[in-house]
């Protein structure tokens, strides 16, 4: 017979019962040689079973149909249904005396054959048991694995012939087994994780993405929020000299909104916080930039209460917000999805936000609302004081996010925006590529689109750039120069 090359090749191994006598493989090599089909792995063991041989087959439908005929001809395979194939899986197991005894639990309950198992240490307080499972019904396999990854990771090495029947599971498996790897998540968190990426995955798709971009970059947001910690925490620092002797440092890390600091005397009045998994490396910044700033008066003013910009709230007694800011977190400390959440296009994704920061819902006694929850969008809604400074406080649309505001010290002409106005062409490179993912994931990061326009625009027109600093949630600073100004 000549193969048909167009037909796509697949592995199925073949579970004989060949005769002990000389030549009895040499002939099963020699049908499966004539028939253009190639085998690519033997197993035998005389000592376990003196019939029983494994032969892994690589061919397409046609000659598996063939191979098959033929063998079962020559008494080689006297019921189909012994015909199986094998899925090699590595088990990562506590090196204790009898660890994998639940895994081989949970294998004979399946009623799966294990046609070869190895094992070794690696110096660590675990051990890679590789097991080779003789499979008759590939159905019976998701479940198998779901039930095997809650007693320990499970890696599926090789499960060529079972695709459509596996690709999902060993992806899921494999995805999640090597984020909660990546950031140490408990197996609750990596439930979380599989769930949050699966309800994402199935939102694009009716978009029409693909699922593996879907997960692609769902990967690229945990991996740069871990690549850019310790040393590699390397945030772009901008100092300005304003006017009345107070000084402005802006401080833009490569993920996370920006830390703005106004610092007026002693007082220290900061504009949101960014990402909490970067607490440590912000405190070495801001020992480094100000000096002594744990011991002197300070507050913070949050322009919204997304997860990027309010992860270092718990450094401060009193935490400036928009009522409905205060409202959104006192839904979380309560337990319940906050304002964000309960938008299920965003809800995933904030969730993923917080378990690969390590977000953590302020303290309810330091909440200070400073703005009239009936005050119209973009009208002055109050006022702030700090340290000899005031701030005019505009109450935005909730276009970006339900409980925004914009802050504005009209003495130093400087207008604290939050994410109304970012500076996107102000991105340092690894503020563009992060900056990416959530617009993709979220499906867009505004609450509401036309809102959020409409804001930008009235804020513009309010306060022009040419006579007005912004300082936004992300970027560089942006419009009006006064001052002199330093960088690193």
Request: net charge negative.
């Amino acid at each position: 017979m000549i193969p048909d090359r167009g037909e796509k090749a697949v592995k199925k191994t073949y579970v004989t019962r060949m005769p002990d006598q000389s030549g009895a493989f040499l002939e099963a090599s020699r049908i499966a040689a004539s028939l253009g089909a190639n085998i690519t792995r033997v197993s035998y063991n005389k000592a376990v079973d003196v019939h029983t041989l494994f032969l892994e087959v690589s061919g397409n439908a046609q000659q598996h149909l063939a191979l098959g005929a033929a063998l079962e001809k020559i008494g080689y395979l006297p019921q189909k249904e012994e015909r199986s194939r094998v899925l090699l899986v590595c088990f990562r197991l506590r090196d204790v005396p009898g660890a994998v005894t639940p895994i081989l639990e949970l294998i004979r309950s399946y009623r799966f054959n294990i046609s070869y198992i190895s094992s070794h240490e690696d110096d660590s307080l675990y051990q890679d048991f590789k097991m080779g499972l003789l499979v008759e019904d590939p159905e019976n396999v998701r479940e198998f694995l779901r039930s095997a990854s809650e007693l320990c990771e499970v890696r599926v090495v090789d499960y060529d012939g079972f695709s459509k029947v596996l690709d999902n599971t060993v992806f899921y498996l494999n995805f999640s087994n090597r984020l909660s790897e990546l950031l140490q998540l408990n197996s609750e968190q990596k439930q979380a994780l599989t769930l949050d990426s699966n309800r994402i995955m199935q939102m694009l798709e009716d978009r029409g993405e693909t699922p593996y971009k879907t997960f692609e970059t769902i990967g690229r947001f945990a991996a740069m929020l871990c690549r850019y910690k310790g040393a590699e925490f390397r945030p772009r620092v901008t100092q300005r000299e304003m006017e009345g002797g107070a000084k402005l440092t802006v401080i833009e890390p490569p993920c996370g909104s920006n830390t703005t600091v106004l610092e007026s005397g002693e007082a220290l009045l900061f504009v949101d916080s960014g990402f909490a998994c970067y607490r440590e490396e912000m405190l070495c910044v801001l020992d480094r930039l100000l000096p002594n700033w744990k011991t002197r008066p300070r507050a913070l003013l949050l322009t919204h209460p997304d997860i990027d910009h309010c992860g270092l709230v718990s450094l401060f007694d009193r935490v400036y917000l928009a009522e409905e800011a205060r409202e959104n977190f006192l839904l979380e400390i309560g337990g319940k999805p906050n304002f964000r959440e309960q938008k299920p296009e965003h809800a995933p994704y904030c969730r993923l936000s917080k378990l690969f920061s390590g977000y953590r819902p302020p303290r309810e006694k330091a909440l200070i609302p400073v703005d009239a929850p009936d005050a119209m969008p973009l009208e002055r809604a109050g006022r702030l004081e700090f340290g000899g400074m005031e701030l005019a406080i505009y109450r935005g649309n909730g276009g970006h996010s339900r409980g925004e505001l914009v802050a504005v010290c009209e003495k130093m002409r400087l207008v604290f925006s939050g994410d109304i106005a970012v500076n996107v062409h102000g991105f340092t490179p690894e503020q563009a590529a992060f900056n990416q993912l959530a617009p993709y994931l979220m499906t867009g990061v505004d609450t509401l689109p036309s809102r959020a326009r409409e804001e930008r625009e009235a804020l513009f027109a309010r306060f022009p750039k040419e006579k007005y600093l912004y300082c936004p949630g992300h970027g560089a600073l942006l419009g009006g120069i006064q001052g002199s100004e330093k960088g690193d």
